[in-house]
């Protein structure tokens, strides 16, 4: 196969990636390409309609709405990181991605994912004050609380995307091209480097270590103190009602973390590769559709919001 290549002084001989998608049979490509335009149609719909919804209702400017205005934005841009580009390579023979596309999707995909994770900790940890100590709610989630939180979270995501990408500028592609998956995930990607890849393994290592571990371990002790506190309380329509505020948060929790960990903690051999880049559906495609879902029928409050502003739009 030709390989394309640039100058020798400017880092990379590789020029472009050929991407192998989901599947090379022929007679799936255009039903993957219906069922994944449909549930990018139903993302995208969802995530926008809880973000115009949350920022125009005036009643829903609290610190669990602020939580998941940022959500929904983050879900909308993450599936769109690979959504179009994956639309597009169901309907060509060849999946072509330009290699500084390609180091974008890299950054992109580590920014919003990581964002993810520490966006439905402030989650957990709002749900926890909320639960835990409800007379110091206003106090210990503040604006200004709020903000740092979020603003934490982003920092967070644009440090270790800027860790990841910044290893894999760093690194040669002489001849290997064929990127295992249907996106450029940082493992395949650096699968074809023909130098060392031993300082972004280690980055993958700590970056991927240190914001898992957070994440999990404040959402897993929040959530031991919110069933603490459930089972402490008498009224049977107290616990029914603090168990229905964390059930929605916990279902988009155990989708994202849940369908992560499977991918990650699998060996990098071919076959698990394979089952993993299946797998990964699931957070890039299948989440950020689900979550405005989980979300909104399970909330009596942004039902009726949506209910009135489309009765509203009607007049």
């Known amino acids: 196969m030709p390989q394309s290549r640039m100058a020798p002084g400017n880092g990379s001989f590789v020029t472009q990636f050929i991407l192998m998608g989901l599947t090379d049979h022929p007679g799936l490509q255009l039903p993957l390409f219906f069922l994944f335009l449909g549930m990018y149609f139903i993302t995208v ?44 390579n169901f309907l060509l023979k060849k999946n072509i991605i330009y290699y500084q596309g390609c180091m974008a999707q890299v950054y992109f995909f580590c920014f919003f994912a990581i964002s993810e994770c520490y966006v439905l900790t402030s989650m957990a940890y709002d ?20 903000f740092n939180l979020i603003f934490g979270s ?26 295992n998956h249907y996106f450029c995930d940082v493992v395949p990607v650096l699968q074809l480097s023909c130098t060392s890849t ?29 069933l603490s506190s459930i089972l402490h309380i ?16 916990l279902m988009a929790v155990s989708l994202f973390f849940g369908s992560s960990a499977f991918v990650y903690l699998h060996p990098s051999s071919a076959g698990s590769m394979n089952m993993g880049k299946t797998s990964s559906v699931f957070y890039t495609n299948v989440v950020p559709m689900l979550n405005p879902l989980i979300y ?18 009607q007049f």
Do not use: Q, W
């Not at 749900?127 to 709020?146: E, G, H, Q, T, W």
């Not at 982003?154 to 990127?179: E, K, P, Q, V, W």
């Not at 240190?210 to 897993?220: E, K, R, Y």
């Not at 229905?244 to 948060?249: F, G, N, R, W």
């Open 45 to 88: 719909l969802g995530n926008l309609s809880l973000v115009t919804l949350i920022g125009l209702n005036s009643h829903f400017h609290s610190p669990m709405y602020f939580f998941l205005f940022n959500l929904s934005f983050i879900d909308l841009c993450y599936s769109s990181v690979f959504t179009p580009k994956m639309l597009i």
């Open 154 to 179: 982003y920092l967070m995501a644009f440090s270790g995307a800027m860790a990841h990408t910044g290893c894999m500028l760093r690194l040669t592609f002489c001849d290997a091209n064929t990127i």
């Open 234 to 249: 008498n009224s049977s329509e107290g616990s029914s009602k603090a168990f229905h505020t964390c059930s929605s948060h």
């Open 198 to 226: 031993y300082v972004n393994e280690l980055v993958v290592f700590i970056v991927g270590g240190v914001n898992i571990i957070v994440t999990s371990l404040t959402i897993f002790i929040s959530y031991g103190f919110i």
């Open 127 to 146: 749900r926890y004050v909320a639960i835990c100590n409800p007379l110091l709610y206003n106090i210990a989630m503040s604006r200004k609380v709020c």
């Open 296 to 313: 909104s029928f399970r909330n009596k409050d942004v039902k009726l919001a949506l209910r009135k502003t489309l009765n509203r739009r």
